[in-house]
């Protein structure tokens, strides 16, 4: 900036007005998505919160009108688990709301034992990235129809630990809940990545793809009932002082930043900017090289379609 000043750190505060914009936050009953969908409605946009759980979000949306009695805040069923409740969600939305002006991938699932989805697939693999990858080709048109189109893809700093094995994407060989995880998330970021040069390929300027991951947030860990090394790493996260670990609402502004920021761009992805990049203001952040692979990103892709059999077309 001018004479050397430096730019105030990016916070709840920068959240700019979104009165006149529908935003779709996945997963927004608990954690960092619903953290996400109240400032959004606190902040003037029509929320719309896709849970699996309807009960569930009825209550976290009548917390979210408490702290913006103006806003218009609705649910919408849907299990990520099931491609028969994406496709059903996604009809039903875009019959109330053709014009999508943001959508926030944000539901995920954390250390589940080896399992498959409604739609036979590996729950990680199936949940974090194929439901998503559908939702999002099901709402494609309606997010180009609006005047400014964001998709942000919630990663993590476990896409790391992650490895696309395209011969055993049902995960049958040596199962490891964590790497399982890291290999969906390593999928979410390619997607996102991947999206968007489509999105350029095809002259679609009025549409970015970005993705974000909140660091250390201190959530509930990973939805789908509880286990045991779900409540090992709960307590021991629980016991971790900042500066490794942060709130909720600071593990949401990453996502926020993406979503909001009139700065923010195509392809970028944003996360902490402190130590391990755990926690601290939101930032453009690097992730590994693998999930800048643009071959693999574009065998994920059509991979993806073939399983979910929704073709993203642009």
Same mark, same amino acid.
């Given at each position: 900036?001018?004479?050397?000043?430096?730019?105030?750190?990016?916070?709840?505060?920068?959240?700019?007005?979104?009165?006149?914009?529908?935003?779709?936050?996945?997963?927004?009953?608990?954690?960092?998505?619903?953290?996400?969908?109240?400032?959004?409605?606190?902040?003037?946009?029509?929320?719309?919160?896709?849970?699996?759980?309807?009960?569930?979000?009825?209550?976290?949306?009548?917390?979210?009108?408490?702290? #913006?009695?103006?806003?218009?805040?609705?649910?919408?069923?849907?299990?990520?688990?099931?491609?028969?409740?994406?496709?059903?969600? #996604?009809?039903?939305?875009?019959?109330?709301?053709?014009?999508?002006?943001?959508?926030?991938?944000?539901?995920?699932?954390?250390?589940?034992?080896?399992?498959?989805?409604?739609?036979?697939?590996?729950?990680?693999?199936?949940?974090?990235?194929?439901?998503?990858?559908?939702?999002?080709?099901?709402?494609?048109?309606?997010?180009?129809?609006?005047?400014?189109?964001?998709?942000?893809?919630?990663?993590?700093?476990?896409?790391?630990?992650?490895?696309?094995?395209?011969?055993?994407?049902?995960?049958?060989?040596?199962?490891?809940?964590?790497?399982?995880?890291?290999?969906?998330?390593?999928?979410?970021?390619?997607?996102?990545?991947?999206?968007?040069?489509?999105?350029?390929?095809?002259?679609?300027?009025?549409?970015?793809?970005?993705?974000?991951?909140?660091?250390?947030?201190?959530?509930?860990?990973?939805?789908?009932?509880?286990?045991?090394?779900?409540?090992?790493?709960?307590?021991?996260?629980?016991?971790?002082? *900042?500066?490794?670990?942060?709130?909720?609402?600071?593990?949401?502004?990453?996502?926020?930043?993406?979503?909001?920021?009139?700065?923010?761009?195509?392809?970028?992805?944003?996360?902490?900017?402190?130590?391990?990049?755990?926690?601290?203001?939101?930032?453009?952040?690097?992730? *590994?090289?693998?999930?800048?692979?643009?071959?693999?990103?574009?065998?994920?892709?059509?991979?993806?379609?073939?399983?979910?059999?929704?073709?993203?077309?642009?």
């Amino acid at each position: 900036m001018a004479g050397g000043l430096k730019r105030r750190r990016w916070g709840v505060a920068d959240v700019p007005d979104l009165t006149g914009k529908t935003a779709v936050v996945t997963g927004s009953n608990t954690g960092i998505g619903f953290e996400a969908a109240r400032l959004l409605a606190v902040n003037g946009a029509t929320v719309v919160m896709a849970c699996r759980n309807e009960a569930k979000a009825l209550g976290a949306k009548e917390k979210i009108v408490a702290a #913006a009695p103006e806003a218009e805040v609705s649910v919408l069923q849907m299990d990520l688990n099931s491609l028969t409740s994406v496709r059903k969600a #996604a009809e039903a939305l875009v019959s109330e709301h053709p014009v999508i002006d943001l959508l926030i991938n944000n539901a995920g699932v954390i250390l589940l034992p080896h399992g498959q989805t409604e739609d036979g697939f590996e729950q990680h693999f199936g949940i974090n990235h194929l439901g998503h990858f559908a939702f999002t080709g099901l709402l494609l048109d309606a997010v180009l129809a609006a005047d400014s189109g964001r998709i942000v893809t919630v990663g993590s700093n476990g896409h790391r630990m992650g490895k696309i094995d395209f011969e055993d994407l049902a995960y049958k060989r040596n199962y490891k809940p964590l790497r399982a995880y890291g290999r969906s998330k390593l999928a979410n970021l390619m997607f996102s990545y991947e999206l968007q040069r489509r999105l350029d390929a095809a002259g679609k300027t009025s549409t970015i793809s970005l993705a974000a991951h909140p660091g250390g947030a201190n959530t509930d860990v990973g939805g789908r009932g509880d286990t045991p090394i779900k409540r090992r790493i709960k307590r021991f996260i629980d016991s971790i002082p *900042n500066p490794i670990v942060h709130s909720a609402v600071k593990g949401s502004l990453p996502i926020l930043r993406a979503a909001s920021d009139p700065e923010a761009k195509g392809g970028e992805y944003y996360g902490p900017s402190g130590l391990l990049k755990m926690t601290g203001h939101p930032v453009v952040v690097k992730s *590994n090289a693998a999930s800048h692979d643009e071959e693999a990103a574009k065998r994920l892709w059509e991979a993806s379609e073939r399983m979910t059999e929704v073709a993203i077309s642009l």
